[in-house]
């Protein structure tokens, strides 16, 4: 069976967000264009995974809206892809409806887990607010360059650096790192990386977090700094000098 990739509708602005909708169901995808016109958002919609990764590749979303029942595979696999190509919030739109179904979409990195068939007037209201929380917490950060323990690090570019060495952080991993040096040596929690990293309130089962902490500690395991676990509380930086200064 063949699956076309509809047109966008309106064409995506440089002022307005874009809203990416995977889901195979003719329906559902018209629920879905009323849906998101109405939150003030453009959109593209794709009926397959395949078409997903395509268009992932070359476009930039603030919303996914992602089906669990593709013809080509099952939703969950394309949620590595999304956070690595576009760092955005992921609503998982499914018929399955089991907790534990529920607790493995949020536990993969899903923002939130919606079960078919949806109230039209609720799914905008989250829509709304997750384009506003992800629009505040993508800002670039305006606190300028922080040196510490013989390191440099630019918000901005997402440049960590020591002499000989640096690396390109992915948007999510450089919020990360810039909250964890503003707070070097204090514990914290997953409540609060969460709301300031993903812009949402963490709840068990959620290991979003977690799994940016293993990301970010494999790209900085030859700088002088360590990410500590606090075991059932958070975690904290702790570097080789007690201060960062803003430069």
């Known amino acids: 069976m063949s699956v076309r990739m509809h047109q966008v509708r309106p064409l995506p602005s440089a002022k307005r967000a874009t809203v990416l909708c995977i889901d195979d169901d003719p329906i559902v995808q018209l629920m879905l264009e009323d849906i998101i016109a109405g939150a003030g958002a453009d959109f593209v919609i794709v009926g397959s995974a395949r078409e997903a990764e395509d268009v992932l590749a070359d476009t930039h979303f603030d919303l996914v809206l992602l089906d669990r029942c593709l013809p080509d595979?099952?939703?969950?696999?394309?949620?590595?892809?999304?956070?690595?190509?576009?760092?955005?919030?992921?609503?998982?739109?499914?018929?399955?409806?089991?907790?534990?179904?529920?607790?493995?979409g949020i536990g993969l990195g899903a923002t939130e887990y919606v079960t078919k068939p949806f109230n039209p007037l609720e799914l905008s209201s989250r829509i709304r607010q997750l384009l506003h929380s992800h629009s505040d917490t993508a800002k670039p950060a305006a606190n300028g360059v922080l040196e510490i323990a013989g390191m440099t690090f630019d918000p901005r570019s997402r440049r960590l650096e020591t002499p000989g060495q640096y690396v390109i952080l992915a948007p999510a991993e450089a919020r990360l790192l810039h909250a964890l040096l503003l707070n070097e040596g204090q514990l914290q929690t997953r409540d609060q990386m969460t709301q300031s990293i993903c812009g949402r309130e963490w709840s068990p089962g959620d290991r979003s977090i977690d799994v940016l902490i293993n990301r970010l500690?494999?790209?900085?395991?030859?700088?002088p700094v360590d990410i500590v676990t606090v075991h059932r509380a958070g975690y904290l930086l702790v570097c080789e000098t007690e201060n960062a200064v803003r430069t």
């Open 217 to 223: 500690r494999g790209h900085i395991r030859s700088f």
């Open 73 to 104: 595979s099952d939703g969950l696999l394309l949620l590595r892809t999304i956070k690595s190509e576009n760092d955005c919030p992921v609503i998982i739109l499914s018929t399955l409806d089991k907790s534990r179904d529920k607790l493995l």
